[in-house]
């Protein structure tokens, strides 16, 4: 794209996000004080609180909060995962956070490939990762991001901006995501909840944490041994 025309779209999209924060705070001036608190707050008895005080409507609240954390990629999003599995249940809370998380990843992604590219090149110079960026640039940038998304507990803004900055098409990184998003954030709805409820699923959390470190464990040896 143009230089000029690339400043055109920065301009045209800042302003239409501009005016649609703006609206949401005319219709509720207190939405972003409440929201910016419920991220940061660390608590997971106010988190689910906050959700369910929405009633009927705590699901769709619940997903545009996960959208929203994982847009700005710098809050973790395991206090909404594991609420949405209290709340709703282990497998309505898999499919409301892995449908959420891969759009906020998504809207974050976009958001940095053409508004925020300067700030994604900042954040991926202060990381160990940068060396990885041609991965993503080349054939295998599918691949890499795939098995890179797989892995829970990932700060995912660094795959965003490793991704916003190299040649992966936009179809690659929204597929890749979507499918690699599916198992990481299974595996921190099933966790976070059998905390949460550990007394009655400390069996299955047992399960599930073995065989979890048995598979990223042989995925980790399996890289390791390929790259010696």
């Known amino acids: 794209m143009h230089v000029k025309s690339e400043r055109m779209v920065q301009i045209i999209s800042g302003i239409l996000l501009f005016v649609l924060l703006g609206g949401i705070y005319i219709l509720n001036p207190a939405i972003y004080r409440d929201l910016w608190h419920v991220m940061t707050c660390g608590s997971m008895e106010e988190t689910i609180a906050y959700i369910n005080q929405f009633g009927i409507w705590a699901m769709v609240v619940s997903f545009w909060v996960d959208v929203l954390i994982n847009a700005l990629s710098v809050l973790p999003s395991i206090f909404i ?3 949405n599995g209290v709340l709703f249940g282990v497998i309505p809370g898999i499919i409301l956070s892995w449908l959420a998380e891969t759009t ?3 809207i974050s992604f976009l958001l940095m490939r053409t508004l925020l590219r300067e700030s994604a090149e900042r954040l991926i110079k202060k ?5 990885k960026l041609d991965d993503f640039s080349g054939k ?11 892995i829970p507990y990932f700060p995912s803004g660094i795959l965003t901006a490793l991704g916003a900055v190299s040649k992966i098409s936009v179809r690659d ?5 979507l499918i690699g998003k599916f198992p990481s954030t299974a595996l921190e709805v099933i966790i976070g909840h059998d905390l949460v409820m550990l007394e009655e699923n400390m069996i299955r959390l047992t399960v599930i944490v073995i065989l979890a470190t048995a598979v990223y464990g042989g995925m980790w040896y399996w890289h390791k041994k390929k790259n010696c």
């Open 81 to 83: 995962s594991t609420a």
């Open 104 to 106: 906020g990843v998504i």
């Open 127 to 131: 990381s160990p990762y940068l060396k």
């Open 140 to 150: 295998n940038g599918f691949k890499v991001m795939l098995i890179a998304r797989t």
């Open 173 to 177: 990184y929204a597929l890749s995501n």
